[in-house]
């Protein structure tokens, strides 16, 4: 299981971090992914990271603002997202994989196996 947490409501040009937990299963092993989907919006790839950490990506509309991390002794990946923008608005999701991925692969399209239940981000203007 995956469990997002850090969503809030924040004004823009501010900060928030994301946390994904794993429940049940070591994350060592998976690349995880953050994706977010806006009301009316197709889910958008937002960034991710390999198992082993050292590949990450970044999608266009938030390079630069954003860094994802991971911490295998606490069996969590983060999102810091600085300077927010109303765009950013969306509920966002965590998603691991296994399988699909070399340890120093990933990527923000998968598919991917397993997801948490979305955490909402609101940025007002």
């Known amino acids: 299981q995956l469990v997002e947490s850090g969503g809030g409501l924040v004004q823009a040009g501010g900060s928030l971090r994301l946390s994904c937990a794993a429940s049940?299963?070591?994350?060592?092993?998976?690349?995880i992914a953050w994706f977010r989907q806006a009301p009316g919006k197709e889910r958008e790839g937002v960034s991710c990271i390999s198992s082993s950490g050292v590949r990450t990506i970044y999608a266009d509309s938030v390079k630069g603002r954003i860094a994802i991390s991971r911490d295998n002794a606490n069996n969590t990946v983060y999102l810091q997202m600085f300077s927010l923008k109303p765009e950013d608005t969306a509920v966002y999701y965590c998603a691991a994989e296994g399988f699909r991925y070399f340890s120093f692969e990933c990527d923000t399209v998968g598919p991917y196996n397993y997801w948490g239940q979305g955490t909402q981000v609101t940025v007002s203007s």
């Open positions: 049940g299963f070591s994350l060592d092993n998976y690349a």
